[in-house]
Structures are given as structure tokens and as C-alpha cells.
């Protein structure tokens, strides 16, 4: 799960509340590649490990998982990133277990 923010003012300010949008899209490249391809009607198989939590759903629509692992008791992955606003990475980060 792609978790991002675009501030709404020009840099992030340290230690402090910093305005702006934030949205959540499903992510990872190979799991966008296989969406786009299983949208266009070509036949699509996605090899991968999620979690067994509602990101984890959200993640196998759309696209064959069969041969996917869904794990027990593991949250599906996340990755945060905030744009500034010209869209450029001023920070990200993906969590690890």
C-alpha cells in the first residue's frame, strides 16, 4: 500500500504539523504492471508474499495471485512518501519485517 502526502506549502518543516493532502493508492511496481496488464485483457500472473489484513485484500483484486503466499499474522506492506508540491521526493519510507 502506497501511503503519500503532497505538502501544500514549499519544504517540510521539522517537528512540526505540515499541511497538505494525503492519499492512499494501492503500489509497488510489479503490482501495478500486473494491473495494467490484466486490465488491457492479457493474461497476468503476479508471484508475491502480503499480509493477511484488509491491504492484503485490497492488493490480490484485479490480478491473478494463485501462486501468491498470504501470510498469517503480517501486515501487507507499506510505503510512505511526502511530494513537495513541484512533485519532488522530499522523504519516504518502507517499513521492514
Given at each position: ?10 519544504r ?5 504539523s ?7 493508492q ?29 491491504d ?5 483484486r ?10 498469517a499474522?503480517?501486515?501487507t506492506?507499506?510505503?510512505l512518501?511526502v ?5 519532488r ?8 519485517h
Amino acid at each position: 500500500m502506497d501511503v503519500f502526502g503532497t505538502l501544500s506549502q514549499n519544504r517540510v518543516i521539522p517537528t512540526v504539523s505540515n499541511p497538505g493532502k494525503i492519499e492512499m493508492q494501492l503500489g509497488g511496481m510489479g503490482r501495478n504492471i500486473a494491473a495494467n496488464l490484466a486490465a488491457l485483457g492479457i493474461e497476468t500472473r503476479l508471484i508475491t508474499v502480503v499480509g493477511d489484513d484488509a491491504d492484503g485484500e485490497l492488493f490480490k483484486r484485479g490480478i491473478n495471485v494463485e501462486s501468491s503466499l498470504q501470510m498469517a499474522g503480517i501486515n501487507t506492506s507499506t510505503y510512505l512518501y511526502v511530494d513537495q508540491q513541484d512533485g519532488r521526493r522530499d522523504s519516504a519510507y518502507g517499513n521492514d519485517h
